[in-house]
């Protein structure tokens, strides 16, 4: 067999995509690969179909436990021989993986990396063939990474004390030349042939949101737009997690949550929940990810700003991993700034001045008015256009209006009010004394006698927040995290005293349908009722089989087939995605619910 029958028997695609095929061709040649590819990019078939046409095993090392039996049980059912050890396993099963390896009966074996410091695995090894190791999530490696993990270091001795060096093969999504770098010196290799595909995702639409005191509302009218659809709310601290969650909860959303204060068994219950499709949304921190392999995440919501832009499209890439249009949507508010620095001083290595310098770059993407396609791919090095055309910057248009008299009584407002009381409050007393509300807390401190009292009674509460939000965006006021008492910022001076102009810019949605989203390997589906009469099939399998639905078939898959309609069990192979075994397994039920779609059709 050549790989490409590989690729098409066991995997039902009929080509590679774009860098696939040169690993593919490095690793069956013997040299070591580095394959840096973006999340859905499709790095697992570069080791997958070499190990189906390597003797031996292919020892495939993964950080990631959770995700290692849903992997090896979508392989098996594509009639791959996989395996894993861990020790989620009971004894019997780990007995039985451990016989089939005795027997070459696996052809990939997937392990934690502390596995290898088992002296009795590492026995076994030394007993078999293993013609590559395979190196999943590589910059695990990296300490300038972000998930570094010590036993990633033990790779290096273990692939040098096998009898025979096997290719080594590494994987990640992660950008940075610095990364790569030392990805290539800690795992020893050799020579590697390196592939770097393009980072950008064109199936994931981006869009940052700015709904200053109301995000609670904004969420819920953007969770409002997509009731039908799974996805992600992440938050930035447990407490926020548990408010919107319950929050959504009384709004009759499907939701459940994510967070390493719940104890292990609800974490696992609750990823068990969104993954099975059993719950639509899930709010979480940033906790929740690593171990997820969901491929129908349709949104991923920000509910406050990640710490840096590596975070952010890592988080947000997790959307969309069917190919299949998906929305990134970061809804950010002053207040994220603060809530960033205080998780970032509070860090595990102590204060991070790279992690300010990088918070200063996430914070850029939050405010410009630029591409933000196109500022996440310059932040990674990498070409593009000006204007992609599809996310929320190139899609909406600017108004930029002068507030500088705004601004300037806002800022006398807080100077005054602090020169009459000696310290500091928060927004809403400003904005009542502001707007002459003449609340009883704003008469007992003596406010009303201010001369900015009342001095922009005629603006509406709405516009006013605005005007505090972008004065906050722009550094001419700043809120203390501790108290969140807002105090002028270093821009402040300028604008009361030196006459500096200020100016607003905010994005007036276009009129016209947004333009049709580029998508990937998905054939638009003809028909909406055959597609939900597959899905429908689907879940039922899923149901029956204990397993996540995308491991019977992904939804781009599913599409594909509405589109092609098959009548044959030849024609069913044709439909992408569709491989020898899955065809044998499920072929007769599928094209059972399409002839009866046909029927009632006519
Ligand atoms: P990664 O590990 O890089 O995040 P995966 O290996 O999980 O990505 O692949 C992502 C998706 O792309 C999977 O659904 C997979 O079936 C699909 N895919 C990978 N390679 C191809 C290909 N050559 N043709 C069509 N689909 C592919
Ligand atoms: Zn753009």
């Known amino acids: 067999m050549d790989k490409l029958a590989v690729l098409k028997q066991y995997f039902g695609h009929d080509a590679f995509r774009p860098g696939q095929e040169t690993l593919v061709d490095a690793a069956l040649s013997g040299r070591d690969v580095l394959g840096i590819m973006p999340t859905g990019g499709g790095k697992s078939l570069c080791y997958q179909v070499p190990a189906m046409l390597l003797p031996g095993v292919t020892l495939v090392i993964s950080p990631l436990i959770s995700l290692m039996k849903d992997q090896v049980a979508a392989l098996r059912s594509a009639g791959v021989p996989a395996a894993f050890l861990n020790s989620s396993q009971d004894l019997e099963e780990a007995r039985q993986v451990w016989g089939a390896v005795r027997r070459d009966r696996v052809r990939l074996l997937y392990v934690a990396p502390e596995r290898l410091e088992n002296a009795r695995f590492l026995e076994l090894m030394a007993s078999r063939e293993i013609r590559m190791v395979a190196v999943d999530e590589a910059h695990c490696i990296s300490q300038w990474g972000q998930d570094f993990r010590p036993s990633y270091l033990k790779i290096a001795d273990f692939v040098a004390s096998l009898p025979r060096r096997p290719v080594v093969a590494a994987f990640t999504a992660t950008a940075t030349a610095r990364v790569q770098e030392d990805i290539a010196l800690r795992l020893d290799l050799r020579d590697p042939v390196r592939v770097v595909t393009g980072f950008d995702r064109p199936n994931l639409f981006f869009d940052v949101r700015r709904p200053g005191r109301r995000k609670a509302a904004a969420l819920l009218s953007l969770l409002a737009e997509r009731r039908d659809r799974s996805g992600i709310v992440y938050c930035a601290t447990r407490s926020a997690v548990e408010r919107v969650c319950e929050e959504l909860e009384a709004q009759g959303f499907s939701v459940t949550r994510y967070h390493a204060g719940l104890s292990e068994e609800?974490?696992?219950?609750?990823?068990?929940?969104?993954?099975?499709?059993?719950?639509?949304?899930?709010?979480?921190?940033?906790?929740?990810?690593?171990?997820?392999?969901?491929?129908?995440?349709?949104?991923?919501?920000?509910?406050?700003?990640?710490?840096?832009?590596?975070?952010?499209?890592?988080?947000?890439?997790?959307?969309?991993?069917?190919?299949?249009?998906?929305?990134?949507?970061?809804l950010y508010g002053p207040g994220d700034v603060a809530t960033a620095r205080v998780l970032l001083s509070r860090g595990d290595e102590g204060p991070d001045p790279q992690g300010m310098e990088r918070l200063e770059a996430m914070v850029d993407y939050c405010k410009t008015d630029e591409c933000l396609r196109g500022r996440i791919l310059s932040y990674f090095g990498q070409p593009h256009p000006d204007?992609?055309?599809?996310?929320?910057?190139?899609?909406?248009?600017?108004?930029?209006?002068?507030?500088?008299?705004?601004?300037?009584?806002?800022?006398?407002?807080?100077?005054?009010?602090?020169?009459?009381?000696?310290?500091?409050?928060?927004?809403?007393?400003?904005?009542?004394?502001?707007?002459?509300?003449?609340?009883?807390?704003?008469?007992?401190?003596?406010?009303?006698?201010?001369?900015?009292?009342?001095?922009?009674?005629?603006?509406?509460?709405?516009?006013?927040?605005?005007?505090?939000?972008?004065?906050?965006?722009?550094?001419?006021?700043?809120?203390?995290?501790?108290?969140?008492?807002?105090?002028?910022?270093?821009?402040?001076?300028?604008?009361?005293?030196?006459?500096?102009?200020?100016?607003?810019?905010?994005?007036?949605?276009?009129?016209?349908?947004?333009?049709?989203?580029?998508?990937?390997?998905?054939?638009?589906?003809?028909?909406?009722?055959?597609?939900?009469?597959?899905?429908?099939?689907?879940?039922?399998?899923?149901?029956?089989e204990g397993v996540p639905p995308y491991i019977i078939f992904s939804n781009a898959a599913l599409a594909d087939m509405a589109a092609k309609e098959p009548r044959t069990m030849e024609e069913f192979l044709e439909v992408s995605g569709v491989g020898r075994v899955k065809a044998q397994r499920y072929g007769e039920t599928f094209l059972a619910v399409v002839a009866a779609w046909a029927a009632s059709a006519e």
């Open 387 to 544: 204007r992609c055309g599809s996310c929320g910057n190139c899609q909406g248009l600017f108004s930029a209006a002068d507030i500088t008299v705004p601004a300037q009584m806002i800022l006398s407002c807080v100077k005054r009010v602090r020169d009459k009381l000696g310290y500091y409050v928060g927004a809403s007393l400003i904005v009542q004394v502001l707007r002459g509300s003449g609340s009883r807390r704003v008469r007992a401190l003596g406010l009303d006698e201010l001369s900015t009292y009342g001095l922009m009674r005629e603006v509406p509460r709405e516009q006013l927040a605005a005007y505090l939000d972008c004065l906050e965006a722009k550094g001419y006021l700043c809120t203390e995290a501790e108290h969140s008492t807002l105090r002028p910022g270093p821009g402040a001076g300028g604008v009361l005293f030196r006459g500096e102009r200020v100016s607003m810019t905010s994005r007036v949605e276009r009129q016209t349908a947004p333009p049709v989203r580029k998508q990937r390997d998905v054939p638009v589906a003809t028909d909406e009722g055959l597609l939900s009469a597959l899905k429908a099939e689907r879940t039922r399998l899923a149901r029956q």
């Open 266 to 330: 609800e974490r696992r219950e609750n990823q068990d929940d969104f993954q099975f499709d059993r719950k639509q949304i899930m709010v979480a921190t940033n906790a929740f990810g690593m171990g997820i392999d969901k491929s129908n995440v349709s949104f991923v919501i920000h509910y406050n700003m990640p710490k840096n832009l590596e975070s952010y499209y890592q988080e947000a890439g997790r959307a969309g991993r069917d190919g299949e249009a998906a929305d990134c949507i970061l």
